[in-house]
């Protein structure tokens, strides 16, 4: 089953950039970014996740449902715990994050890179996989 977590989940991990012009991935501000964030996730909502993170125009309708549909197969229930794993403050209002979901011992990541503009915060870079090693490489 791992070879086939990781391989779905490294099929599936996406390089999602949007320009503060695109409202995928724009926030009122960082708790805005972060509720919203850690409902998708925790819910398993991968598919709004996508939406309002970026990379939904880059996949139809059926394969947001079929990432959806992997993702709930592969984690049977709702995550339980999130904590910020890792947080790199960068010049002029750049910082990255990843961040852990989980329940019981079934983890997820999201890694994230986040410009803070003078009235909102934008995504710039949103990924999400089962390998830590991956996000955490980022860095």
Known sequence: MKPFVFSCMAAISLVLAQGAAAQDGVF????ELRS???????????????????????MTIQQLDDLQG??????????????LVRRNEMENGWAQELISYRSGISYIFAYLVLHQLDDAIVSVNFQFNTDFNDLNAQF
């Open 28 to 31: 009122r501000d960082y708790d």
């Open 36 to 58: 919203t964030l850690d409902q998708y996730m925790t819910s398993r909502d991968i598919k709004s996740v996508m939406l309002r993170f970026g990379g939904a125009d880059e």
């Open 70 to 83: 992997r993702v709930r197969q592969i984690f049977p229930q709702d995550f339980t715990e999130v904590a």
